[in-house]
């Protein structure tokens, strides 16, 4: 089995917001995870999907 990574598509950035702020997201390459400053939360990219769900985001400090 091998272990291929999806890669995420930045143009979604154009269509994605925060959930919380409802304001625009920033792409954490690194850390594979859409970061939305106003709220202080990353919400994490799961085989290219973004997990936009409150709950399952990290809170940044």
């Known amino acids: 089995m091998t272990d291929t990574k999806v890669e ?3 143009r979604m ?6 959930p919380r ?4 997201l920033t792409y954490d390459a690194q ?9 202080a939360l990353a919400y994490p ?10 709950d399952e985001a990290r809170v940044i400090e």
């Open 31 to 39: 850390r594979q995870e859409l970061v939305s400053k106003a709220a």
């Open 45 to 54: 990219i799961r085989n290219g999907i973004p997990v936009m769900l409150i």
């Open 8 to 10: 995420f598509d930045r």
């Open 21 to 24: 702020t409802h304001t625009t």
């Open 13 to 18: 950035l154009e269509a994605l917001i925060c």
